[in-house]
T-cell receptor, first 115, second 112 residues
Framework: DGGITQSPKYLFRKEGQNVTLSCEQN?????MYWYRQDPGQGLRLIYY???????QKGDIAEGYSVSREKKESFPLTVTSAQKNPTAFYLC??????????????FGPGTRLTVL | QQQVKQSPQSLIVQKGGISIINCAYE??????FPWYQQFPGKGPALLIA?????SEKKEGRFTISFNKSAKQFSLHIMDSQPGDSATYFC???????????FGTGTRLLVSP
């Protein structure tokens, strides 16, 4: 089955720790995205990547970092600099970032809780 | 100019009724308008999308109406069912845009 997988489903972090959220897609999409969703809130873009080895900051990039070494993978690290990281994190991908094919497909999400 | 304004924030509809969610945008360069459906604890799923060359698109009980001159588009859910209870997001993007701009979401509850 083609799709996007995220792991883990639940993640607990102690204050001061860095944690990495995994996102993998087998849709052969060039573009990948990370969003943060707080309870009852919309989707806020953290980072996105149009192509391997390239990525851009979204609206709320502070305290987060990403890498894009492989087309299929776009891991997100939540660093200790992110002061309020408790949220639901969503990864998405699309064929491209622009044009008529930026239809985004979402993964199942990772719920991160700071202890 | 990049914002998409969505209303209402929440909506309660009786089973069998029509649910209507509205979105408005400013940037006339947008040419792709999808709607996503999200159940609690799950990722959003693409429900239906429209491009500005048509004024309406229907898929089953779900219809997008698009008014280019007013820069508005709306989602209509006919014969709403309890299983439609979810959060709905509109979005805008397309040619020349590197990302989708999402509305803030509408939480729909369909009462039995």
């Amino acid at each position: 089955d083609g799709g996007i997988t995220q792991s883990p489903k639940y993640l607990f972090r102690k204050e001061g720790q860095n944690v990495t959220l995994s996102c993998e897609q087998n849709l052969n999409h060039d573009a990948m995205y990370w969003y943060r969703q707080d309870p009852g809130q919309g989707l806020r873009l953290i980072y996105y990547s149009q192509i391997v080895n390239d990525f851009q900051k979204g609206d709320i990039a502070e305290g987060y970092s990403v890498s894009r070494e492989k087309k299929e993978s776009f891991p997100l690290t939540v660093t200790s600099a992110q002061k309020n990281p408790t949220a639901f994190y969503l990864c998405a991908s699309s064929r491209t970032t622009s044009g008529r094919y930026n239809e985004q497909f979402f993964g199942p999400g990772t719920r991160l809780t700071v202890l | 100019q990049q914002q998409v304004k969505q209303s209402p924030q929440s909506l309660i509809v009786q089973k069998g009724g029509i649910s209507i969610i509205n979105c408005a945008y400013e940037n006339t360069a947008f040419d792709y308008f999808p709607w996503y459906q999200q159940f609690p604890g799950k990722g959003p799923a693409l429900l239906i999308a429209i491009r500005p060359d048509v004024s309406e698109k229907k898929e089953g009980r779900f219809t997008i109406s698009f008014n280019k001159s007013a820069k508005q588009f709306s989602l209509h859910i006919m014969d709403s069912q309890p299983g439609d209870s979810a959060t709905y997001f509109c979005a805008a993007g397309g040619t020349g845009f590197q990302k989708l701009v999402f509305g803030t979401g509408t939480r729909l509850l369909v009462s039995p």
